[in-house]
């Protein structure tokens, strides 16, 4: 068996995450943050993710035939030449602030980061924690990042031959790359180093907007669409970017460090970065708005170019940029693209199924298609009777959860709903979900309050059957709807039946289709709910409190019941009620 791993030594490193696969089938894939509790696990060696992946599959670290890390250094000495020649661009810092940043960094980073540091710390991890010698185990790969994360689209896409595109803020020392995707290789096309980096461009913005990098970017894309044309706005933020003949620039904005950035935008743009607590001005809209469009005019004019140049129609997307699920709309939505696949897991986790499907395919495996993303830790009836036994917490063992789902969804109810296994990335996609009636808009209003304590101008997003997609949704269903990771106008029969599930704004959705296939019971759910009420889609937003990780033991799922407006909790075939 192959495992993969996303590492993290530092605070920099962000969705640390571990995958096992299996003769080109993931057996399983677990992200650190579910293990520690810590969103986005910054800087922890994902030992816990391991450790539950073996689980899993029932096999100890002695049974691992390979290790790969989605992480190497071999662009070191180029990265560290360009920074030492250039330096930062700097307005705030002094010239002693200057001389480190050009001369001290480069040299601090060059003993620093090196493939042969990163495979010893990982296997020092690994033979402390599982007690086993360093010599029994594997020799460790150090895979490139964005490769890893194109592989993690690429091969389960079920695509012979596909355009691939990776974008994020930075893994190794390079922001993304665009690679010519066919049979089981991926030829890179382009590459472009750490700082010209659409990850860190949309993250220097987010902060600005008073949000956090690396966490904040998805609320800022949901402000968007709340913004307006601002001529000054528009033209500060197109004066950072070019993009031509398969190549972007945006290092006027990002050639600096993060704070300068910001302090940057402050100058150009005229006012101050927004506090998190201070209320979002029209302004501040205007400027997602803006930034927004910048970003899909360059995914989409890159991807426009390369598909032409290569003679392709497919697309496959990943890094965390590929979660921006707006900007994938309008890849989609390109003349020359006929259909599209986006890992789930396109954040830095999604890597380590990349790292473990390069080991598979050199093992002579071919890859399986993914039609869903359940390669987490699951749990029996009868052992979630037992934790409820233990925590004294009185239950019902029902025969038919669906259709009980169903019934108090469509009286209005707020259900928590967990079975099987736990969702790999981002989205939950009806397996640790807090589902919703999408038919009234106060259904909005009653998740908002009650359950998720969020910003209250956030959109939410329907899990849906094919055939409700076919009657909501504008436009030919991609591969890439399975993960709701992809945007669809809406036709006005879903204005008129799904409201709570469109963007207030835009009227635009962000679909899951469910089919039986990849999840029978939550396929079962929904159509009993569309046998009560005509509607063959349900909301779903991700079991977890504002600002923590989703659920993934009953134990978690219980307490969170019991802290929010939830009325009632299916996990496994047990139902507790209010
Ligand atoms: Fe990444």
């Known amino acids: 068996m192959h495992l993969g791993i996303v590492p993290a030594n530092d605070g920099s490193h962000h969705d640390p995450s571990a995958c096992l696969v299996e003769r080109g089938e993931v057996r399983a894939f677990v992200e650190q ?44 000495r180029k990265a560290l030449g360009r920074l030492a020649r250039r330096g930062y661009n700097s307005t705030t810092s002094g010239c002693f602030e200057r001389l480190y940043d050009t001369v001290m960094l480069p040299l601090k980073q060059s003993t620093q980061l090196t493939n042969e540091k990163l495979r010893s710390l990982t296997a020092s991890k690994l033979s402390t924690h599982f007690d086993i010698d360093q010599s029994e185990l594997p020799e460790i790969r150090c895979r490139n990042h964005q490769h890893t994360h194109a592989t993690s689209a690429f091969l389960p896409s079920g695509f012979d031959e596909a355009l691939v595109v990776s974008l994020d803020n930075y893994g190794g020392h390079l922001s993304g790359g665009v690679y010519h995707g066919e049979g089981s290789q991926l030829r890179m096309l382009e590459s472009f180093p750490r700082f010209n980096s659409l990850g860190r461009f949309f993250g220097d913005f987010t902060a600005f907007l008073g949000f956090r990098r690396s966490n ?25 970017y070019t993009v031509d003949d398969g190549h972007y620039d945006v290092e006027a904005l990002t050639y600096r460090k993060p704070s300068d950035a910001v302090a940057k935008l402050e100058r150009d743009l005229g006012f101050d970065q927004r506090y998190w607590r201070d209320e979002i001005e029209q302004r501040h809209k205007d400027v997602a708005f803006h930034l927004q469009r910048v970003v899909e005019d360059i995914v989409s004019q890159l991807s426009e170019f390369y598909l032409e140049r290569e003679g392709l129609s497919k697309v496959c997307l990943a890094g965390g940029v590929a979660l921006n699920c707006k900007m994938n709309k309008r890849i989609r939505e390109l ?56 925590l004294k917490v009185d239950y019902d063992v029902v025969d038919d959860p669906p259709e009980r789902a169903a019934e108090r969804l469509a009286d209005g109810e707020l259900v928590g709903w967990f079975q099987g296994g736990m969702e790999g990335g981002p989205r939950a996609l009806g397996n640790r979900s807090i589902l919703a009636d999408p038919r009234s808009p106060d259904s909005l209003d009653r998740v908002n309050r009650y359950v998720k304590h969020r910003e209250e101008w956030r959109p939410f997003a329907p899990s849906m059957l094919r ?30 039946s799904i409201p709570a599930t469109l963007h207030p704004a835009d009227d635009t959705t962000r679909p899951q289709i469910v089919t039986a ?33 989703m659920v993934r033991s009953p134990q978690e799922a219980i307490r969170d019941f019991y802290s929010m407006g939830l009325d009632v909790l299916f996990v496994e075939d047990v139902m507790i009620e209010k």
């Open 33 to 76: 943050e579910r293990m520690s509790r810590d969103k986005h696990a910054e800087g922890q060696f994902p030992l816990e993710a391991i450790e539950e992946v073996l689980s899993i599959a029932s096999i100890s670290i002695r049974d691992v035939s390979t290790i790969s890390l989605s992480r190497n250094y071999d662009n070191r």
């Open 517 to 549: 296939d990849a999840n029978p019971r939550y396929h079962s759910l929904i159509s009993a709910f569309e046998d009560r009420t005509g509607v063959g889609a349900v909301l779903n937003t991700s079991f977890n409190d504002s600002g923590e990780p």
């Open 335 to 390: 003349d020359a693209v006929e259909d599209m696949f986006v890992q789930p897991a396109a954040n830095d986790a999604g890597g380590a199924l990349g790292a473990a499907y390069i080991d598979s395919v050199e093992a002579g495996d071919s890859i399986a298609e993914m039609h869903h993303p359940y390669f987490g830790t699951a749990y029996t009836t009868e052992e979630v009777t037992a934790v409820c036994d233990e």
């Open 467 to 496: 055939s409700a997609g076919e009657q909501y949704l504008e436009g030919e269903l991609s591969k890439a709807a399975r993960f709701m990771i992809d945007t669809y106008e809406t036709t006005a029969a879903a204005r008129e």
């Open 216 to 240: 904040g970017e998805g609320k800022v894309m949901g402000l968007a669409p709340y913004g307006e044309p601002n001529e000054h706005i528009g033209s500060v933020v197109e004066s950072y």
